[in-house]
Nanobody, 123 residues
Framework: QLQASGGGLVQAGGSLRLSCAAS????????MGWFRQAPGKEREFVAT???????FYADSVKGRFTISSDNAKNTVYLQMNSLKSEDAAVYYC???????????????????WGQGTKVTVSS
């Protein structure tokens, strides 16, 4: 089970940190990450991280977002800086069905999805 939190309203250029707590599994066995979906748009990949801390990002967030993890807490974070209006979306925490490369970002690879946390960016 994945529990995401940390969404809210932020001004453009501001920062926000999302958290995702995983229960019932061991992080070392899979890849975790974030997807997002803006109103009227398809869901898109944001970032992934594995047990060793290796990461992979969508080009649209590279350099502004940072995914990290606290393995002892089975928690993954998404630090979002320099937020833009186009970052506004519902953000979903995900966990893969098993191990594999970080850049394998097809949605069906991720068997567990959190409930989503909404990020609103005001201009």
């Amino acid at each position: 089970q994945l529990q995401a939190s940390g969404g809210g309203l932020v001004q453009a250029g501001g920062s926000l940190r999302l958290s995702c707590a995983a229960s019932g599994r061991t992080f070392s066995s899979y890849v975790m990450g974030w997807f997002r979906q803006a109103p009227g748009k398809e869901r898109e990949f944001v970032a992934t991280i594995n047990w060793s801390g290796s990461t992979f990002y969508a080009d649209s967030v590279k350099g502004r977002f940072t995914i990290s993890s606290d393995n002892a807490k089975n928690t993954v974070y998404l630090q979002m800086n320099s937020l833009k209006s186009e970052d506004a979306a519902v953000y979903y925490c995900v966990a893969s069905r098993g191990r594999g490369p970080l850049n394998w970002i097809d949605e069906w690879r991720f068997g567990s999805w959190g409930q989503g946390t909404k990020v609103t960016v005001s201009s």
